[in-house]
């Protein structure tokens, strides 16, 4: 295994902090990540076992025993829970004689549930191995796995005409784009990136970036920073290296238009990241791809790959003394690695954990050095606001929001998938404008943000000071169970926290325990009160946004819908909340008396 583990290494480079790549191959090759792999790698990389096992039980899909010739994991999402994701997991443990969370007796497949895969528009859905699956029936998952154990492989399957991973066709064939509304800024086509690119090579990096502040664009990834301001700050930084990373970990549950502009508008994303490397003078650019995304990468690369043959990549851009190339570094799944310090730790090869602020990536990013992330749509926004100006941008919107948004729109409507709007449109014409079906309650942003009334919000605005969406829009109608909902997005954050702070750790169960007490019918007001103060606490004390957020999907649905937590209170009886078991409390205590009198006796 030596050898073989060597061989890895070199073609990684020997280095360090490529480990989550290496980790990859080493998976690929052995099916999982062996111990005495990790031996090997340890003596090879100069590192301790403990340093590499630490960044394996970090992430998700990494796996230290035999996980099955192929693994299947289903998406365990609330939309996917809405569509049908019971009878897909039961045909799923029927046909593969596989229970969730094993492999079957002939070593064919493991079974497994992983959070949102950003197929909202198409769930249910899995991956099989490095392909995923969408719109999943019971019978189409036993014609998937019957053809599975005829032999073919799951790329035979999803793409039975053949086309080449590394082609759009071949990303068409097993995922669906949905772009039910284009707007004037992205998903342009015929543009001429070798044109553009001279244009803006002849502008001085300065000026660029004062174009960049014109146009009023903020980060489209959630945070909403001015990117002009992130620019100059990236500018100005002392460095002997700079870096541009874009943020492709997509993983706020609902959210999947930074899957829809890869596939469609691959080269705005890459042109945007040219222009931020010329602005600030880097070098170096990476994508952090979300290892959902795997079926894209062939895809990816192949798009830099043309940039590289048409002189936009590489050494001496179009004859200048410009130099920037871009890598993919996959993720390997962790919603927390979406948070820019936790990305850029992965992009070292440790765990993703959130690092302390300051100082600011601006400061010391990647490797300790200047590095500006950004969102998938930012850098796409940015090679359209190069082109066209920055007046143009800032006239669309509103005075505090500028240009468009993407909304990745799933639930109970008609029409799922992505539209772009400008700011300024109210939630019921965007409501209407996707087909909302009696709808009740919205999720703006994902269970990070907030959860609004149908009803008694339709006419807030989508911008910056009012409905500020990431990307994410989950609807749900009258028939919904809210509570029920709220609580698997409760779950999710306890799923994903990174464990680093007390706060989030902690108080992320115990706000999941909460939310499970008033669905029982065992809190008390005592319990809501603690749940605002806690979810107070969280926000003011954890580290990163995972936790600061982490109580929003209780403490907005508490807000917009109180009716639906006073009718499961119910009234303490003496001191004890509700919730307070006292057998349970007492159980086995009274045999320990015993066992301890008896032992006193002897």
């Known amino acids: 295994m030596d050898q073989e583990i060597n061989s890895i290494v070199g073609r990684n480079n020997s280095d360090k902090t490529r480990l989550i790549n290496i980790l990859w191959d080493i998976q690929r090759q052995f099916g999982h990540i062996p111990d005495n792999a990790v031996d090997s790698l340890a003596a090879a990389l100069g590192m301790s076992t403990n340093d590499i096992r630490e960044t394996v039980s970090f992430y998700h899909f990494f796996r230290t025993r035999p996980f099955g010739r192929h693994s299947v994991y289903l998406c365990d999402s609330v939309i996917g829970r809405m569509g049908g994701y019971e009878d897909v997991r039961a045909a799923l443990e029927r046909e593969t004689a596989a229970a969730f969370g094993s492999v079957d007796a002939d070593g064919n497949f493991g079974l497994g549930d992983t959070n949102c895969i950003g197929l909202s528009d198409q769930e249910p859905a899995m991956m099989v191995d490095d392909v995923v699956f969408t719109r999943l029936t019971q019978a189409k998952v036993a014609d998937i796995i019957g053809a599975l154990k005829a032999g073919k492989t799951p790329a035979q399957i999803a793409n039975p005409e053949g086309f080449d991973s590394r082609s759009a066709a071949y990303v068409d064939a097993i995922v669906e784009d949905n772009i039910r509304q284009k707007g004037p800024v992205l998903f342009q086509e015929g543009r001429d990136y070798k044109a553009l690119l001279q244009q803006v090579l002849e502008e001085v990096p300065d000026e660029l970036i004062d174009e960049i502040t014109l146009s009023n664009i903020r980060g489209r990834g959630g945070a909403g920073f001015p990117t002009g301001l992130k620019w100059r700050l990236g500018r100005d930084a002392d460095g002997d290296e700079k870096y541009i990373i874009c943020n492709a970990d997509e993983g706020e549950p609902g959210t999947f238009k930074d899957r829809v502009l890869l596939t469609r508008s691959p080269k705005d994303v890459l042109l945007g990241m040219i222009i931020g490397g010329y602005a600030i003078e880097s070098r170096h650019g990476i994508i952090y791809l979300r290892a959902e995304y795997w079926y894209l990468k062939d895809y990816l690369e192949q798009q830099i790959q043309d940039f590289r043959d048409q002189g936009l990549l590489g050494k001496a851009i179009l004859g200048t003394d410009f130099e920037f190339d871009i890598r993919i570094q996959m993720g390997a799944g962790a919603y927390i690695c979406g948070d820019e310090t936790a990305l850029i730790e992965s992009c070292e090869g440790k765990r993703g954990t959130p690092r302390i602020k300051p100082p600011y990536p601006i400061q010391q990013g990647y490797l300790g050095m200047p590095t500006i992330v950004n969102n998938v749509e930012t850098f796409a926004c940015i090679s359209r606001i190069a082109e066209k100006g920055g007046d143009w941008f800032a006239a669309m919107g509103t005075d505090e929001s500028s240009g468009t948004r993407l909304l990745?729109?799933?639930?109970?409507?008609?029409?799922?998938?992505?539209?772009?709007?400008?700011?300024?449109?109210?939630?019921?014409?965007?409501?209407?404008?996707?087909?909302?079906?009696?709808?009740?309650?919205?999720?703006?942003?994902?269970?990070?943000?907030?959860?609004?009334?149908?009803?008694?919000?339709?006419?807030?605005?989508?911008?910056?000071?009012?409905?500020?969406?990431?990307?994410?829009?989950?609807?749900?109608?009258?028939?919904?169970?809210?509570?029920?909902?709220?609580?698997?997005?409760?779950?999710?954050?306890?799923?994903?926290?990174?464990?680093?702070?007390?706060?989030?750790?902690?108080?992320?169960?115990?706000?999941?325990?909460?939310?499970?007490?008033?669905?029982?019918?065992?809190?008390?007001?005592?319990?809501?009160?603690?749940?605002?103060?806690?979810?107070?606490?969280?926000?003011?004390?954890?580290?990163?946004?995972?936790?600061?957020?982490?109580?929003?999907?209780?403490?907005?649905?508490?807000?917009?819908?109180?009716?639906?937590?006073?009718?499961?209170?119910?009234?303490?009886?003496?001191?004890?909340?509700?919730?307070?078991?006292?057998?349970?409390?007492?159980?086995?205590?009274?045999?320990?008396?015993?066992?301890?009198?008896?032992?006193?006796?002897?």
């Open 408 to 602: 990745s729109v799933s639930g109970d409507c008609t029409r799922p998938g992505i539209y772009e709007i400008e700011w300024g449109m109210t939630l019921n014409q965007v409501l209407e404008m996707v087909g909302a079906r009696n709808p009740m309650a919205v999720q703006v942003s994902g269970p990070s943000g907030e959860c609004v009334s149908a009803a008694k919000d339709g006419e807030r605005i989508f911008c910056y000071s009012d409905l500020s969406c990431n990307g994410s829009l989950m609807i749900f109608d009258e028939s919904r169970d809210l509570l029920g909902i709220v609580r698997e997005f409760m779950r999710f954050f306890v799923d994903e926290s990174c464990g680093i702070c007390t706060p989030c750790r902690a108080g992320g169960v115990d706000m999941l325990g909460k939310i499970e007490r008033v669905i029982g019918g065992r809190a008390c007001q005592q319990d809501l009160d603690e749940c605002r103060n806690w979810g107070a606490l969280m926000h003011a004390t954890s580290r990163c946004g995972l936790g600061t957020t982490a109580a929003k999907p209780i403490l907005t649905t508490l807000e917009k819908f109180p009716e639906l937590y006073q009718a499961r209170l119910v009234e303490p009886e003496g001191p004890l909340l509700p919730s307070f078991d006292t057998d349970e409390a007492l159980s086995g205590h009274e045999q320990a008396f015993r066992d301890l009198v008896e032992e006193a006796r002897k």
